[in-house]
């Protein structure tokens, strides 16, 4: 609505994208306006010369870290414990914490994996003890008595908001100007600040390495 109001035309908001194709989005520059959400999307908006002017949740500038986790008496005690028969429950290949960094991780080791879990889904499939490991944000897991992590991650990069190279260069510094004359309450709910774009490039080599992998 803001948006609207600054530039005088109609904004179109698209929510509705599964995250699975949101690069595939990002790859035709679908979008004027990118509010990537994920380091991974970050990354593919760069890939594809997109604008960074923005970063979002300014209340957490390191997106988080990705933890694999057991059911608490689990036998598994580290990666090195891990059988051939061991199973894990990863989630979209396009997440950098539930299915990239896991993959990296767990280089060189043979075991059962399926793919496309939502997070709860993963953690209950623990609890209930129909897979061994499963991976998600470590935040959200860390204080949960029934669980025990195994591994976590460094800290990985924040998220930035993208306008697209298909933009004038007149149109882009616009909508530049109109997204930071915003009050702090319309940021505040959008979740984007002014701010250094993160460096991606020791995520953008595990990712190229775990797509490898993992293909």
Known sequence: THLQEQLGVRVIV???????????????KDWDIAFTGSPVLSIAAEDNNYTGIAVMYPDRPLYDRTALFVKADSKIESITDIQPSTTIALGSSASAITFLIPIYALYGKTLKIGRGYHPREAINLVKTGKIDIAAGVYTAIKDDPALRVIYISKPIPGVGVYLSPRLLNFDRELIRIAMFNANSEIKAKAKYTGGQIPDFSELRKIITRAEEVSS
Do not use: G
């Open 14 to 28: 698209d929510r509705n994208t599964p995250f699975p194709e949101i690069r595939d989005r990002l790859d035709l």
